[in-house]
């Protein structure tokens, strides 16, 4: 396990320019997540640098708000005897409380972000939205690919007609972040293709239409893939998506918060092909790991790229999008209406499901539940994966860690597989 400093050594390493106290708040808010602590960090600085034309004095005071509000919350948990009280490693508990008032000191509200400290080039990246439209930006600043038209015209109006009716009953998910329950801000569900068993009762079958978008989806990025650098560690066939995680935006400010897509079920740099209908809505798009597979030009890690999708269009994320990039579909001020969607959009993102990674295989952390799947972003391990506590919950994570051998849990998987196959036919 690492310690507060070694976490704030790394966030360090990420943002070489930004000063230790800041970042050593944000370690704090985010619980001692380095992950979390970055986009506290980021988020800070974007919405700073958004609004240069508001007084100091304002910002200061909605500043100060929010991380009132934030450490009122941290008290509460901390004061509530019932729910484990936030475990940040090397403080204690009176450290943390003592710090988290800290933040609501008025020198350091005014030296959030510093200006002074961080050298010019960070500054002027720093700050930067760039727009991409042309396909050939986007796959060289990105680990993406963007195909417009990529569904016959009929195919695509007819599967948003259906996806429309069926994202009424679409759900919002319920997740914690930073210890509280909060809900998706835009509805989803999950969907398999016919040849899979649904073996959750929240999962629903690729409707026909789906099923045809889902095959010229697949031939497409195949075909892509044969130009493409094949990771070691990937799946090596042909991608074969079976599953598909659909959201809906009903209006202009819903949204997905900055994440990337988890893996504990699609394994190590998946593919994920991601279909958009209806209304167009900027995809953002921000490198937060290490590139050091150099598959992408050089960027500053707050350098934001956006990308509007338009309806019909499919963005492929490739590997290592998900182990070192996030992505996010933002809120918007205002959009064009959509002749059949009016204010909505849809999202069918087609994943490949791998048995190897299914139920069976995952580990189960100290508190009896399924592990999930994590990879390092950052530092010498950067490339590796591990297995960590899933709960996010007030009772916090158990200290559960084991890291991924692929090639161990491949041999796991087929002795598996020969051991089946010997109950069912014995004889053979
Ligand atoms: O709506 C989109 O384009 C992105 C959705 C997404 O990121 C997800 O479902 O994980
Ligand atoms: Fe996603």
């Not at 070192?324 to 209406?337: A, F």
Request: proline share 6%; hydrophobic share 30%; with cysteine.
């Amino acid at each position: 396990m690492e310690t507060f400093k070694e976490k704030l050594q790394q966030l360090k390493l990420l943002l070489p320019g930004a000063r230790e106290q800041n970042l050593s708040v944000s370690l704090r808010l985010s619980n001692g997540e380095v992950e979390k602590a970055l986009n506290i960090y980021l988020e800070q600085r974007e919405r700073h640098d958004k609004s240069p034309f508001e007084s100091k004095q304002s910002k200061l005071e909605s500043f100060i708000k929010e991380k009132q509000a934030d450490n009122k919350d941290i008290e509460k948990n901390d004061n509530n005897p019932s729910s484990n009280k936030r475990k940040i490693e090397g403080l204690t508990e009176k450290t943390v409380n003592k710090d988290s008032k800290k933040s609501l000191n008025l020198q350091e509200a005014l030296r959030w972000p510093s200006k002074t400290n961080e050298p010019t080039v960070e500054k002027r990246i720093r700050s930067q939205t760039l727009r991409l439209y042309r396909p050939e930006d986007i796959s060289v600043r990105t680990p993406c690919t963007l195909i417009n038209n990529v569904l016959p015209k009929e195919l695509a109006n007819s599967l948003l007609r259906i996806m429309l009716k069926e994202s009424d009953t679409f759900k919002r998910n319920q997740g914690f972040l930073f210890g509280q329950l909060s809900t998706t801000p835009h509805t989803s569900q999950y969907y398999v293709s016919n040849e899979m068993k649904v073996e959750s009762s929240n999962a629903r079958h690729f409707p026909p239409e789906m099923e045809q978008a889902k095959i010229i989806i697949m031939n497409v990025i195949n075909e892509k893939r044969k130009e493409r650098k094949i990771y070691e560690y990937e799946e090596q066939g042909d991608w074969n998506p079976n599953i598909a995680a659909t959201n809906c935006y009903a209006d202009s400010k819903e949204c997905v918060n900055w994440h990337s897509d988890k893996l504990t079920h699609l394994g190590p740099l998946p593919i994920i092909g991601s279909l958009s209908l209806g209304v167009t809505r900027q995809f953002r798009l921000r490198r937060f790991g290490n590139d050091s597979l150099n598959i992408t030009k050089p960027s500053s890690p707050s350098t934001i790229y956006s990308i509007p999708l338009v309806h019909n269009s499919l963005i492929i994320m490739w590997p290592p999008c998900q182990e070192l990039w996030k992505h996010e579909v933002c809120p918007q001020n205002s959009i064009d209406q959509h002749p059949i969607a009016g204010s909505k959009r849809i999202n069918i993102t087609f994943r490949q499901f791998r048995d190897e990674y299914g139920n069976e295989m995952t580990p189960i952390c100290n508190h009896g539940e399924l592990c999930m799947l994590k990879p390092v972003f950052n530092g010498r391990n950067v490339g590796r994966y591990f297995y960590t506590c899933n709960a996010g919950g007030p009772e916090g994570k158990c200290d559960f860690f084991e890291w991924l051998n692929i090639d161990k849990k491949k041999k796991d998987f087929e002795e598996r597989l020969r051991i089946l196959e010997n109950k069912r036919n014995p004889d053979k």
